[in-house]
């Protein structure tokens, strides 16, 4: 329910929380900005200004290495995304939906072990399990981690999401004679579209910045951006890693803009 | 029999007893099918690994720490009893405590403002707003952090120039400004779906009845916040107890603490067993909490 | 519906693990099959090998002969390649090898010995290795590596003798050495006056230490640090003896009020920034940095310095070796006889700032760096005992690992 004018704060208050509001986005963004700025400056030494060059987004497309770790981390986190979407909102529907089916208990309680275990335990059973089982470390073993932690993820947001809607929305559905897919593709699925992409997006990000995991069950040549970040920064903090980073926080920024913009246009035709 | 009927916990006397239960069975089974590849993938790569991980914390360490299928023995779980890993885990313990507290304090102020905006298209672009710096990857984030905060950092001679600190870079202060800038979505997010699905009629009602501002805030507010304070405080304090690569670049790597401990095991100690044993403990820990939460109440994450 | 759906899953599971195994994947664009063979080599075609254990592979290879494409392991920024070779103003070793042998080089890198050996350990297939000494003992002791074919190596002969035999595998039975360094004492001259040499009180005696306390850095690595404090205190840092070690855990306890930090990355960077002053690390990491901070009108040299201390410090060689597991053993034999050339031995010198065991390499070895005896430090050091090698501790490491975190924690 939206704010009413009864229950709104005084306006002193207001403008404490307004300030306090600003000054927690100027916290998260400093050294967001710091990374972004130096990236375009000349001096090698990240933190010293140089002058206004592009020089670091051009060795950054010239490194091999790097459009390498690059392309392995955008073609996991694609997949991995994709599919731990899929089967986690699956997941979310199977638990919310229906109550009484064999295991479920079970399910619930396996769904969200992912979310809590540690890092390096996760890494390193599934390093164990690929050896085991000889599936190839690199790229496959990759995406293959990945997903089993993201299916939790993506479930939980679609779960809280689902928690909100009204059911009676896909009653009156089924009382107009739809079928249960035409229920779902028409309402369901466009009611926790929200939670949908809200899930995905998580999903992507936890796949895009994932280090411990990735660096045990990689491959020859698989190496990921942030597992290659991981090693480069140790050694030679140059503001080409900076260049990186912008790029991709622009790639994000632009896809998140696009989602919502999509998202607009459903609303206004839908 | 319909999802509405099930939910409010209905028992009406049916009027066809066995097409409901056909029903009812083919729903079952639904509900399985819509499950089933979620729960096929996670047992095959999740709970079967899991379940060799425990194996392997009974097993013995080879020379060059991996576990040897024999000479199976309880070594690794008694040495959890030793004081130094009880230091280490009690260390941690306050860590998150700490952490998540702070990230109350901080998020909540801020979770409230975002969800009382008014215009709903206001708070989806803030909430937004707050989550892009996290798309940007987590190290670079961290060593950005620590550029600001050693001896050149702005941070620094800000603090320099007002007199109110000096350099920052590999205290105890750092450490929580890392962990609180890397945990604060987690408190924001939950804290505002729940503010804002908040009853503002009853706070209205409230004020109706004469309640200050504050008053209707600890009476009204707060407590039907709670379960976004809850889910918040979950989703801060599991990953901080197993957090280590805040600590130790923005620390300097003077304490030890769950989690570089466990990567001690599976690295430069060479001694899986012991890992393996230390994980599922505090796994098992962490299950214990949540069940504890689900168990008062709580509903999702 | 639900069929739908599982039809949707199961097709987009099957299009992934089409395309999703890829360890072919190459970082080069070197066109595979280039062959303008370098003089005094040659690159014939890849012989269908038989189908027997990877030992008698490796025994059966040429000088010269590859099997395929090369996956070399190696730690970061430990071989000139790219833009980082360009930068330090040294030949591109790998775009060398590719040209020489006409076969890909892969490069996979790491930041410890345990990433490296727990990957081995697991089988994968990396065809080459650079494990430090200790591991190297670790690994062959646990069958995980290969004996070198020294027929496939002439260059084995350029080896200095002083590493012909070492302790950590005789007679370079599996590895062959890469680089060796010293770990030591990185300071400021502003705090630190070496003329009378460095002891390890800088960092361990609070007297010393009184004007700069906080602007002090250890390695984060047990082996290194408990070795600075075993040494400091006249201890082997190879000692297994309980009370020396715990004597060494509580020295760093009681030194953790003094530091900026335990770092094993970017320590050196810490020095050249003066967040501190001095620092405990590796030769060739301290000299790197000094000579990236000189300009034309700056040398670095003046202000910092580098010393082994008098109590004495560990020198290390880091080696190559081969897994069991590897595939093209063949290409990693030519790999090794490739880096034991003078040139490209001198050429790796040249970019890292450690020093190397070839002797061949000597002449194509810039001046400064075969004249510092940071890098080169008099050859009686390695006899006397100043600089001690770290050794497999066995069983002890577990020792090692709890005195390290109780001094920590």
């Not at chain 3, 081995?120 to 590596?145: C, E, Q, R």
Request: hydrophobic residues 50%.
């Amino acid at each position: 329910m939206t704010l009413n004018q009864g229950a709104a704060a005084r306006p002193w208050v207001d403008r404490i929380l307004a300030i306090n509001g600003w000054l927690v986005f100027a916290f998260l963004y400093l050294p967001i900005l710091v990374v972004i700025v130096f990236s375009f400056s000349a001096s090698p030494n990240v933190g010293i200004w140089g002058g206004f060059s592009l020089h670091w987004y051009d060795r950054m497309f010239g490194n091999e290495q790097l459009m390498n770790a690059l392309r392995n981390s955008l073609w996991v986190a694609a997949w991995s995304t994709v599919i731990s979407t899929v089967l986690g909102t699956a997941a979310a529907l199977a638990i919310d939906r229906y109550r009484r089916w064999l295991g479920r208990g079970v399910f619930d309680a396996v769904l969200y072990l992912p979310v809590i275990i540690p890092d390096v335990t996760m890494a390193v059973m599934l390093l164990m399990w690929f050896t085991q089982v000889n599936i190839t470390l690199g790229r496959l073993s990759i995406i293959l981690a990945h997903i089993a932690f993201n299916i939790s993820f993506v479930a939980i947001v679609v779960r809280a999401r689902l928690a909100n809607m009204d059911p009676a929305m896909e009653e009156a559905a089924a009382d107009l004679y739809a079928s249960r897919w035409q229920a779902f593709r028409r309402i369901t699925l466009p009611l926790i579209m929200p939670g949908v992409l809200g899930g995905g997006l998580l999903a992507l990000t936890l796949s895009l910045d994932d280090v411990v995991i990735t660096s045990l069950v990689q491959g020859p040549g698989s190496a990921t951006l942030p597992v290659y970040v991981f090693g480069l920064i140790k050694r030679s903090v140059t503001p080409e890693i900076n260049a990186v980073s912008t790029l991709m926080l622009a790639a994000s920024i632009f896809l998140v803009l696009a989602s919502l913009a999509f998202q607009r246009r459903g609303e206004r035709s839908g | 029999m319909t999802i509405l009927d099930e939910r409010e916990g209905n028992r009406e006397t049916a009027v066809n007893p066995k097409l409901e239960r056909r029903a009812r069975r083919r729903d079952a089974w639904r509900g399985f099918f819509h499950a089933a590849p979620a729960y096929l993938y996670l047992t095959l790569f999740f709970t079967l690994p899991l379940i060799i991980v425990f194996v392997f914390s009974f097993a013995s360490r080879g020379r060059t720490g991996r576990p040897l299928l024999e000479g199976w023995n309880i070594d690794s779980w008694t040495r959890l009893f030793e004081p130094l890993v009880r230091t280490i885990a009690l260390r941690s313990f306050w860590l998150a405590v700490l952490n998540t507290a702070l990230c109350l304090l901080v998020g909540y102020p801020f979770a409230y403002w975002i969800a009382t905006r008014r215009k709903q298209a206001t708070r989806n672009i803030l909430l937004v707003a707050v989550l892009i710096p996290f798309w940007s990857n987590f190290l670079v984030r961290t060593y950005a952090w620590r550029m600001l905060l050693d001896s050149d950092g702005y941070i620094t001679q800000f603090g320099e120039m007002t007199g109110l600190w000096g350099r920052l870079l590999f205290t105890v202060p750092a450490v929580f400004l890392g962990l609180l800038y890397g945990y604060l979505p987690f408190m924001v997010l939950p804290l505002y779906a729940a503010i804002e699905r908040l009853d503002w009629s009853l706070v209205e009602a409230g004020r109706d009845l004469y309640a200050s501002g504050a008053a209707a805030f600890r009476r009204i507010t707060l407590p039907l916040s709670r379960p976004g304070i809850v889910a918040g405080s979950i989703l801060v304090f599991i990953p901080s107890l197993g957090a280590y690569v805040t600590p130790d670049i923005l620390g300097g790597a003077k304490t030890t603490l769950l989690g570089n401990y466990i990567v001690t095991q599976f690295g430069a100690a060479r001694n899986w067993p012991f890992g393996s044993s230390i994980s599922g403990a505090i796994l098992i820990v962490m299950l214990a909490v949540t069940v504890f939460y689900f168990r008062s109440g709580g509903r999702t994450l | 519906m639900m069929k739908r759906m599982l039809i949707l899953v199961a097709a987009v599971a099957l299009v992934a693990a089409a395309c999703g195994d890829s360890t072919d994947e190459t970082t080069t664009t070197a066109a595979a099959g280039a062959t303008t063979a370098a003089p005094g080599t040659t690159a014939p075609p890849a012989t269908e090998p038989p189908p027997a254990g990877p030992q008698a592979l490796a025994d059966a290879c040429e000088a010269g002969q590859t099997d395929g494409d090369l996956n070399l392991y190696n730690w970061t920024e430990y071989l000139p390649y790219g833009a980082a070779a360009e930068d330090g103003e040294v030949d591109d070793l790998k775009e060398a090898f590719e040209a020489e042998y006409g076969v890909n080089l892969v490069i996979t890198e790491y930041e410890s010995n345990e990433a490296m050996l727990a990957q081995i350990d697991a089988g994968v297939p990396y065809d080459l290795v650079v494990p430090s000494d200790y591991m190297v003992t670790v690994m062959k002791n646990a069958g995980l590596l290969l004996k070198l074919n020294k027929a496939a190596i002439p260059n084995m002969a350029n080896i200095d003798p002083a590493f012909s035999n070492p302790p950590y595998d005789a007679g370079n039975e599996f590895s062959a050495p890469y680089q060796w360094g010293t770990t030591g004492i990185g300071f400021s001259y502003d705090v630190i006056d070496d003329s009378e040499g460095v002891s390890w009180g800088v960092i361990f005696d609070p007297a010393m230490n009184a004007d700069y306390a906080g602007q002090i850095s250890l390695l984060d690595d047990e082996r290194e640090t408990m070795g600075a404090a075993l040494k400091y205190l006249g201890y082997s840092l190879n000692t297994t003896d309980e009370a020396e070690v715990n004597e060494a855990a509580e020295l760093i306890a009681a030194t953790k009020a003094n530091l900026a930090a335990f770092i094993s990355a970017g320590f050196e960077d810490l020095l050249v920034q003066g967040e501190t002053v001095v620092a405990q690390g590796w030769n060739g990491d301290f000299l790197g940095a000094y000579d990236a901070a000189s300009t034309d009108d700056y040398d670095a040299y003046e202000d910092f310095g580098y010393a082994i201390p008098v109590e004495g410090g560990a020198a290390w060689v880091d080696t190559m070796a081969i897994p069991a597991t590897a595939e093209h053993p063949c290409t990693a034999l030519a790999f090794i006889n490739f880096m034991l050339d003078a040139e490209n031995g001198a050429t790796l010198t040249n970019y890292t700032y450690y020093a190397s065991p070839n002797m061949a390499s000597q002449e194509f070895i810039w001046e400064e760096i075969l004249e510092d005896p940071s890098i080169y430090p008099p050859a009686e050091m390695l006899q006397d005992g100043s600089l001690e090698f770290f050794s497999d501790l066995g069983d002890f490491t577990n020792m090692y690992s709890d005195a390290y975190a109780r001094a920590k924690s």
